[in-house]
């Protein structure tokens, strides 16, 4: 069992390109999620999906745009990227409410 | 702005000692609580969760919430060197959307040999 598989595992852009990072879960869970992790910032949300058919935003949504694809998948795309963007991207996913997520190994970003 | 707050340590004990970890949360109406623990480089993974006031307890670990007081804690008992980690603690507010937890920023525990 996979659990929640997040591609690439890193990528290094230029400012100003595009990438999408890509995040399938085989729970059949309903939510998904993508965070970002910066050193003394914590996990902050970015944008979620609490159904399939449904994204809203979370408390960093700018400069990021979502897709759910399917129940199973939920992407994360940056239009420009900028060094602000520099992170660690992780996407996760529940069964119902809030809380008990499942992680995937995160995906590390470098925008030089 | 609701608000998750820990200590972010780092917190050293002793292997075998009790390590406490300690949480406030700033909305009233929260209604979930949950400890992740994050080891160095890897992703979160949920250890403990908690919904009513009083102890809930998982092998070496006990969470403890008090609604009234906005404080939510994690015990380790007999702490080994493999929990060192970082601890975060998330919230599940009552306004707006269900479906978001509120992280607090973590507690770095070392267990020293």
């Given amino acids: 069992n996979a659990g929640v598989t997040q591609t690439p595992k890193f990528q290094v852009l230029k400012t100003g390109q595009s990438m999408t990072l890509q995040c399938a879960q085989d729970m059949n869970h309903n939510s998904m999620y993508w965070y970002r992790q910066d050193p003394g910032m914590g996990l902050r949300l970015i944008y979620y999906s609490a159904s399939e058919g449904t994204t809203d935003k979370g408390e960093v949504p700018n400069g990021y745009n979502v897709s759910r694809l399917n129940k199973r998948e939920f992407s994360l795309r940056l239009e420009s990227a900028a060094p602000s963007q520099t992170s660690v991207y992780f996407c996760a996913s529940t069964r119902g409410i809030a809380g008990e997520l499942f992680f995937g190994e995160g995906s590390r970003l470098t925008v030089l | 702005q609701k608000e998750v707050e820990q200590n972010s340590g780092p917190l050293s004990v002793p292997e075998g000692a009790i390590a406490s970890l300690n949480c406030t949360y700033s909305d009233r109406g929260s209604q979930s609580f949950f400890w992740y623990r994050q080891y160095s480089g890897k992703s979160p993974e949920l250890i403990m969760s908690i919904y009513s006031n009083g102890d809930k307890e998982d092998g070496r670990f006990t969470a403890q919430l ?14 080994q060197p493999s929990d060192s980690a970082t601890y975060l603690c998330a919230v599940n507010t009552s306004g707006g959307s269900n479906y978001k937890l509120t992280f607090g920023k973590g507690t770095l525990l070392t267990v020293n040999p």
């Fill in chain 2, 66 to 79: 008090n609604k009234a007081s906005q404080y939510v804690s994690l015990l380790i008992r007999d702490s």
